[in-house]
């Protein structure tokens, strides 16, 4: 039975973060996974500096630091009960597939809530698109919302230049209908781009534009802010709002942090109350921004 469990665990191991490769771009915290909380100290004041000083001694000043911290969450599955009878006819096929569907579905809502944990809240890390009008795309939101635009993503290269963050390093995690939308309405430009050095397409695809590299995710799993003055960041599993508003999540790797831990396979073999085998999972994992005040991320909302 213990060679049975060990397969079973590396299965769900292996396929728990295919898709969501994003996640990968961070500051890993990955050591500490097993804690509670995980403490970021952050340097204090910087020195100040004094051309031409004319008056000694200089009084010095004392370096206060700050400390921010995230928390890590336990995600875990809903038990799935395998009758005896299903093992025997499926051939072990059945228990491969319920071992797999646990870990993606693990797998989405880790990414769903790490977009969500890195993305910023202050109106001035908050791009509005500017593009023409479309039927919306997020569940259950009614509408129109404006299209993502090569000036939108440029917007927040400017913002992002602002923080001095390095050039290299940065990245997008688009939802799909953005990138494809983005695409259809700009693709003699983002060709033009290309030849220029500010994108870099592949069989068709837009890896890279105007540094960032491109992530995409599908409507079921996508950044969502509400239509407020200063858009507020919906959360993963919030209730659908006819208000809501896709978001483009850009971010640089050394800015935000995540910790993410191994999966661990739960099993109850040939229960005898159930006449069959009780599967399930659990994974911890958190992340947050690196920086209280919001430096190294920005959002592209859309405009309804």
């Given at each position: ?153 440029m917007s927040a290269k ?14 997008m995690l688009l939802p ?79 800015f935000v942090r995540r ?46």
């Open positions: 039975m213990g060679l049975q469990t060990e397969v079973w665990a590396r299965d769900i191991k292996e396929k728990l973060f295919p898709e969501d490769s994003f996640m990968n771009q961070a500051v890993n915290d990955d050591p500490w996974v097993n804690h509670k909380t995980v403490h970021l100290p952050q340097a204090g004041a910087l020195p100040e500096v004094v051309r031409d000083r004319g008056s000694y001694p200089a009084a010095p000043s004392q370096r206060v630091d700050t400390v921010t911290e995230y928390t890590l969450h336990e995600y875990t599955s809903t038990p799935t009960h395998i009758a005896d009878i299903e093992e025997v006819e499926t051939s072990y096929a059945k228990r491969n597939s319920v071992v797999t569907s646990h870990g993606t579905e693990i797998n989405k809502l880790i990414a769903n809530w790490m977009a969500y944990e890195w993305a910023p809240d202050l109106a001035a890390n908050l791009v509005r698109t500017t593009g023409s009008d479309r039927d919306t795309n997020v569940i259950g939101a009614t509408g129109t919302r404006k299209d993502l635009t090569i000036e939108d993503i400017r913002i992002m230049d602002d923080m001095d963050l390095p050039a290299m390093g940065r990245n799909a209908h953005m990138y494809n939308n983005l695409i259809e309405a700009n693709w003699k430009d983002l060709l033009a781009m290309e030849t220029t050095g500010r994108a870099r397409i592949a069989d068709g695809n837009l890896l890279v534009i105007l540094g960032f590299n491109i992530f995409l995710r599908g409507k079921k799993n996508i950044l969502t802010y509400d239509n407020a003055a200063t858009p507020v960041k919906r959360d993963p599993q919030a209730a659908v709002l006819a208000t809501a508003n896709a978001a483009a999540l850009c971010w640089h790797k050394d910790a993410r831990g191994a999966v661990k396979v739960y099993n109850k073999i040939d229960d005898p109350s159930y006449y069959g085998s009780i599967f399930s999972a659990m994974a911890r994992a958190g992340g947050r921004k690196a920086y209280a005040d919001g430096t190294g991320v920005v959002s592209i909302i859309e405009a309804a």
